[in-house]
């Protein structure tokens, strides 16, 4: 096993992200930062079809590295900024990648791995996965948009739960409210993963790019400002060729070969 912080492979149309510090429980740290940015940055190829996010061994990611904040950033505020920032700006390239965002939840998620979790478009976990806030067990506060994103997704009732508690919560708890899409046997992740990679990719990217463009900028904008963008997008969208190529192919009753443009 190779001791990088985070692992990278390109398969089936999709970049493969594995935050790879299993003895640390996947704990974030700057290197595991620069790593997630340098994976990220091959999802530009317009060859790449989505992104999948998971972790080596038990854990998916626990959050950020408590030894490391301890040791470098206790109570210096400057570290500690820097640290957040550099986090942050992570957690937004993630949110805003132009390919569908996976993650594929082996284990646990908390905290920062909580936060990761918010920033990808769709979710599988593990049977035995648990998310959960956790910053309150150790006197934290979110700085990963945890405390922003979470009450978006699930609802500001089901959020205050999660961030107050701290508790660990079983991932077939949580697609009742929508922050997990599937559940499967922990051996068959992987295969989910691919799954919905494949499925993914036989759509045109142009139109799943700007679908995730209208839904992330609607959710933020009132509902008659977020229609008239929509009807905006549309009409520049009849202009695209994977527009006319899937009209042609229902027509001929073919499967439709897009180019993204």
Not at 54 to 62: E, L
Not at 194 to 206: E, F, N, Q, R, T
């Given at each position: 096993?190779?001791?990088?912080?985070?692992?990278?492979?390109?398969?089936?149309g999709?970049?493969?992200?594995?935050?790879?510090?299993?003895?640390?429980?996947?704990?974030?740290?700057?290197?595991?930062?620069?790593?997630?940015?340098?994976a990220?940055?091959?999802?530009?190829?317009?060859?790449?079809?989505a992104?999948v996010l998971?972790?080596?061994?038990?854990?998916?990611?626990?959050g950020a590295?408590?030894?490391?904040?301890?040791?470098?950033?206790?109570?210096?505020?400057?570290?500690?900024?820097?640290?957040?920032?550099a986090?942050?700006?992570m957690?937004n390239?993630?949110e805003?990648?132009?390919?569908?965002?996976?993650?594929?939840?082996?284990?646990?998620?908390?905290?920062?791995?909580?936060?990761?979790?918010?920033?990808?478009?769709?979710?599988i976990?593990?049977?035995?996965?648990?998310?959960?806030?956790?910053?309150?067990?150790?006197?934290?506060?979110?700085?990963?948009g945890?405390?922003?994103?979470?009450?978006?997704?699930?609802?500001?009732?089901?959020?205050?739960?999660l961030?107050?508690?701290?508790?660990?919560?079983?991932?077939?708890?949580?697609?009742?409210?929508?922050?997990?899409?599937?559940?499967?046997?922990?051996?068959?992740?992987?295969?989910?993963a691919?799954?919905?990679?494949?499925?993914?990719?036989?759509?045109?990217?142009?139109v799943?790019?700007?679908?995730?463009a209208?839904?992330?900028?609607?959710?933020?904008?009132?509902k008659?400002?977020?229609?008239?963008?929509?009807?905006?997008?549309?009409?520049?969208?009849?202009?695209?060729?994977?527009?006319?190529?899937?009209l042609?192919?229902?027509?001929?009753?073919?499967?439709?070969?897009?180019?993204?443009?």
């Open positions: 096993m190779s001791h990088e912080p985070v692992l990278t492979e390109v398969r089936g999709a970049v493969w992200i594995t935050i790879n510090r299993p003895d640390a429980m996947n704990a974030i740290t700057p290197d595991v930062v620069t790593g997630v940015n340098a990220l940055d091959l999802a530009e190829d317009p060859d790449i079809k992104v998971t972790g080596t061994g038990r854990a998916f990611c626990a590295d408590l030894k490391y904040v301890s040791e470098n950033a206790q109570g210096d505020s400057a570290a500690t900024a820097k640290f957040l920032d986090l942050l700006d957690m390239r993630l805003s990648c132009p390919r569908p965002v996976i993650a594929a939840v082996n284990g646990l998620a908390l905290a920062g791995g909580l936060e990761i979790v918010l920033c990808c478009d769709l979710v976990a593990a049977r035995s996965a648990k998310l959960g806030d956790a910053h309150a067990n150790f006197g934290l506060l979110p700085g990963g945890g405390s922003v994103r979470l009450p978006r997704k699930i609802g500001p009732t089901r959020a205050k739960y961030m107050y508690t701290g508790e660990f919560v079983p991932a077939e708890e949580l697609v009742a409210c929508g922050l997990v899409n599937e559940v499967v046997d922990d051996d068959k992740l992987a295969e989910a691919d799954m919905l990679v494949a499925k993914l990719a036989s759509k045109s990217s142009l799943l790019r700007r679908m995730k209208l839904v992330d900028d609607g959710l933020e904008q009132p008659d400002v977020a229609q008239r963008a929509e009807v905006l997008v549309s009409e520049v969208h009849t202009h695209s060729h994977d527009l006319q190529e899937g042609a192919a229902f027509a001929e009753k073919r499967k439709p070969s897009f180019k993204g443009c």
